[in-house]
């Protein structure tokens, strides 16, 4: 095709099936009508040309990127691979047989060297014109990534057949326009159109199929009645989405059609757009779920009142279900999701049901007593947070926990195929509703909670200074959990996952003596947790210690002793890796070789033993399919934004990403400079061009440690900036040298615009779970074997996952804003107008 007619390429694909009727001319007038009438005579000419028996054999072998066979047709050998038979037999249809159009589109598909060359050479040009400017943007492209919605796709009804066929629609007036046919199925058709269309949404049309009136014995004096569902365009071409009318039945033609799709379906390939986007999203939802933070509890709503019932428990968020049990692994979630705390986020607006609580334990007599408050608790008296955040802050067992809630119902816990029942008995099965007896144990949902640990390190040092006078430690009662009151009810559910790789810090509150530096002086407190094989222990002491705190530091645990003779754990060695500014909180790592031998060893024994008596590690279910629903529940309902990086070379960089429901400030940040359906992920990536940038040296520590890695990124976001780097500005928090340095840039943040923090949590992907993907998988690949290829390749590129969770409100609290500033800062504005607000505080 001439570089002239490249412009008019729609009009000629939409006149091709037309090229041998007797009305091609007034077709070719009604779509061009456009068009100058000397470009109108060499469109004309370029489809009779395209329309022209073709003699030449094909052999594309060497001349593209992919493995060609043997194909013959109407006794002509032709070599082909996979992509270009597909064309070939596309065309086929269009032209009715061989001719030079079939040939010259197979010799264009996008994986032939010679086209994939000339727009190499095309971009390198354009390259050359602006080198700097086409560089970076081909660069930043690179983190604009589509959104995903888990678990939302289309299931059909019927198979819809790719199928183009030249059609002529009606309105009940009389009028007409020509147009293509995209697929068909029992009940839809999908028209493409190439001019504005007059018709409306839930019209009544009137189908005449012209192209297959000489074919087909098909009625030409009254066409197929069909209800305008939608209309779309795409590259300017409009597309009408069309659904049988019930109101015009026409039996003969539903025979035919059915006969017609049945014997044609391999022929003209299935339409499986829906079944993509549906392998897709579960894809994503496989390398979610198992290793996201956030802990799902499933609350029942009966007469009245909110009855926290089920929780999920993965790799990952299995430690805040650690924490939140005693001492005799009895569940106390009752604690944290209090009937006060769930009455006041459900009175809250639907777009703003959170809540941030702060926790502690207190272990006396080897019994766990814990203690928590959210912020809105605390503000009932001055007194009380500076009390309540100051001392708790001093314990290793400090926790803060964003709690969010949504809305959700029994109903979403069912997910079918995107494939019909008629492809076949294991289909329909797999598409079979969940049973009366596990919706009866869903029935009462009404909400769903999401329990994220945002506990950080420097948050708890920063709360450390939090000033308070020990007379008023009394306080502390009125946030103590009763041990009396009785545990909650909850049951735990397990995630079902090939195979576990990330491994979790295991709770051992018991007493400990430590001994620094080879001194005789004992120094007693308590441990808090354990993690995977021992390496690593966190300890509080009773007192501040006033001596050097480098080195080696040696561990005995007199109670453990007591129940063990296989071990020595009297004289367990241990090297600080941290420890809090007072003093009294250790970061501990056994001593690599035989000196930690005795340490590591004990604790793996520990944590098996742990393991075998946790009845939810049993897969067993008590109602067949529970899992499942509660998970298929959890996916439709995320509450924030996570995104999936494949690893190309030694980078990894973003493929897909999935939105919150509650997530709207984060969700205004990253679409900002994005397209519709997408995200801009770049200053996530901003640092990559330093030494040590977080997402690369991140995911290494993750393999080394086997465990997640987290960390807090501050952002200063200004709308009104039309340059991403000017508009978003990220900084990670331990790059700041102190926390005044942190106070003043969020103070500057909330001049410019708006001031975003983000608890970033980064983990390694496992293995997704083949039974939930196969059968879609098996339908994609009889009718196109590369498609399914290129989606299996895709997810096993999948590597690392990271999960940002807003914790912006809470690092204010944490930086002594008041709640006017935390208020006015949930509003997004532009600079100007937030120094002209700043001015009139002051």
Known sequence: MSQDLKQYADIIDQLKPMVNEPEFNQVLLQIASDVPKEKRFLIKMEVKRLAKPCLRTIDLRG??????????HEGRTHYMD?????KFEEQLRVFGRYTYGVYEAVQNTENNFRLMREKELAQERADKESPQIKKRSAVLEQFKVPTVNLLDYQQRNAERMNFAVAVEIFDKSGQSVRGLSVDISLKGLQVKLSKDTFFRQDETLFIYFRG???????????????KLVKVSTKNDVNYLALQRDDDYPNAAFDKFLDNFITGNKRRYKVNMTNTLDAIKSKICEQYFSPRSPTLPVFIDVINGTMVPRYAMMNEVNRETIHYWQDEEDVCRLNFLLTQERLTRL??????VREIFVFSFTHLQNDKVYFYSASYEELLQKEILAKVFLGFGSKKVSWRVFKITLTEITPEQAYIPLSIPDSVGNKVKKLNTPPSA??????????????????????GQETYNEFKFNRDNLTHLRNFGHPRNRAPSNIQIIRFKYEEQRIESRYQLRTQIEARFNSDDIVHKGISEDISVHGLGLRIEL????????DGRVEVAFPRLQEITKNFDVMHLQYDIVYHNVERNILHLKAVAGD?????RLFFEELIKKNKSSLKVESDEEEVPGMGQALRCINARNATSLSFLMNKEGIRYTPQACIIGKQDERVTTLTTQFAEEDKVNLEFFFRDRKQESPFVQSGIKAVKLENMPLREELFISFDVSQKDPRMAIIPRYSHKFDDNEQRRAFIKEAMTRGQFIALHIMLTTTGKPDMTMLQTEINYVTMYAMHRARDLEKQMWSIAACSHLIDVTDEVLIRYGFSIEDVTANKTLKSASHAASLFAGQA
């Open 63 to 72: 001349h593209v990127d992919g493995k060609c066979n043997k194909y013959v």
């Open 82 to 86: 996979e992509i270009a038979v597909d």
């Open 212 to 226: 297959l009136e000489s074919e087909f014995a098909l009625d030409k004096k009254n066409g197929i009645a069909y």
């Open 346 to 351: 459900v009175n809250k607006p639907e777009d």
């Open 437 to 458: 007896r596990l919706m009866s144990k869903l029935k009462n949902l009404r909400y769903l909670a999401h329990v994220t640990d945002v506990t950080s390190v420097t």
């Open 542 to 549: 009773s007192k501040e210690y006033k001596g050097i705190l």
């Open 595 to 599: 000196e930690g031998k005795s340490a």
